[in-house]
């Protein structure tokens, strides 16, 4: 029987554990009731274990960027009580696993020579005085040399972040670990956790077509050499990108991302769950994953999701309150990504109280480092 849940955060794999997963997924060990592709199949098929008919139908949790964004602090800002681990790492992908997410959601840009790669800011930031790179000007060679390194002889170059204010901060986490390749997190992450794979593009929305076809087909030429049975499923904020997604490889559920309208972009098509559903529509997607508060604050949303037979999924700070999972796992919300992971898989399988952010930091032990 699949165990969803450790009591306390656990140490995160050593180096050694992670060269040592296993490959071969155990289709038992995924949730019921949420239909994927099998990728030697075109059939869908509905993943169960030994649970109850009334656990099968459990929240989906999903741990953002495996267990939680990083966030810089703007000047005079309070840090969480929890303990930070950096984000879209295999560190924190494993530990996502181990707390209880079915699945880990993650950023994948590809490099000027083709490589995908795991980093969700549209640059990345290694001086505090100039503005960053994109991910596509930079080789895999320059990436790897940013940020912490896996051979603890060579020092990366020092990385920077925007604050929610503007300002620019030292990026660094009290659990480090190196940033990471689409093919490393195939092969070094628990075999046992999906992946939410969102390609992505810069948010202007500006990527010519030869850039979306590049991106999408790197991205997908790792999925067919590596994904070796896991459970996947697409996401991007672009409405181009999904339904090129979903024409090129459509053993796969693809999702579109939208802010459902707490933000306005030049394209309608991002601006509301209603454009999100037409997309979905044209491209023959699966389902939308929407800001929480765009649900929260227009419930009627979700009916309107699910009378298309979408799956519909959450993001956003509120997925951190357990209130709101509850709220949203009543309303028949399919999933929820979440920084908390641990926390708020034990709201969704209704094993305690909800908790508010700051409690739920409070409760939770350091996580110490193999």
């Given at each position: ?25 155990d ?72 707390n ?96 939410n ?14 850039e979306?076809?590049r ?6 030429e ?17 409405p ?25 972009y ?14 979905c ?32 999924f959450t ?24 920084d908390?992971?641990?926390e708020m ?26």
């Amino acid at each position: 029987m699949l165990i969803f849940l450790c009591a306390v955060a656990e140490a995160p794999f050593s180096l050694e554990e992670r060269q040592s997963q296993g490959l071969v997924l155990d289709m038992a060990h995924q949730m019921g009731g949420f239909p994927f592709i099998a990728p030697e199949t075109s059939v869908p098929v509905s993943i169960t274990d030994d649970r109850t008919d009334a656990a099968s139908s459990m929240l989906v949790v999903v741990g953002h960027r495996g267990c939680g964004k990083n966030r810089i602090l703007p000047q005079g800002g309070i840090p969480e009580a929890r303990s930070s681990i950096r984000e879209n790492t295999i560190t924190s992908f494993n530990l996502a696993a181990r707390n209880g997410a079915q699945f880990v959601e993650f950023d994948v840009q590809v490099t000027k020579d083709g490589v995908p790669i795991i980093f969700h800011d549209d640059v990345i930031i290694t001086d505090e005085g100039l503005p960053g790179r994109h991910i596509g000007d930079l080789t895999l060679e320059e990436f790897r040399a940013i940020g912490p390194q896996s051979d603890a002889s060579k020092v990366g170059q020092v990385l920077y972040r925007k604050a929610a204010d503007g300002t620019i901060g030292l990026w660094t986490e009290d659990v480090e670990d190196p940033m990471c390749t689409l093919k490393e997190a195939f092969t070094e992450v628990q075999p046992s956790v999906g992946f939410n794979i969102e390609v992505k593009f810069d948010d202007d929305g500006n990527t010519s077509e030869e850039e979306l076809h590049r991106v999408i087909d790197a991205v997908l030429e790792d999925v067919r050499q590596f994904a070796n049975g896991r459970m996947i499923y697409f996401s991007s904020f672009h409405p181009d990108a999904v339904q090129i997604i979903r024409k090129k490889m459509s053993k796969y559920p693809v999702f579109f991302l939208t802010d459902g309208g707490s933000h306005m972009y030049t394209d309608p098509r991002r601006n509301s769950i209603e454009a999100a559903i037409e997309v979905c529509r044209e491209g023959n997607l699966q389902g939308i994953v929407s800001e929480v508060k765009a649900v929260l604050q227009h419930p009627a949303s979700v009916a309107l999701v699910k009378a298309e037979g979408l799956f519909l999924f959450t993001y956003g700070e509120l997925n951190n309150v357990g209130e709101a999972v509850l709220k949203q796992q009543n309303w028949g919300i399919d999933g929820v990504i979440v920084d908390h992971v641990l926390e708020m898989v034990r709201v969704a399988r209704h094993m305690e109280e909800p908790a508010s952010p700051s409690s739920a930091s409070l409760a939770r032990r350091s996580v110490s480092v193999v």
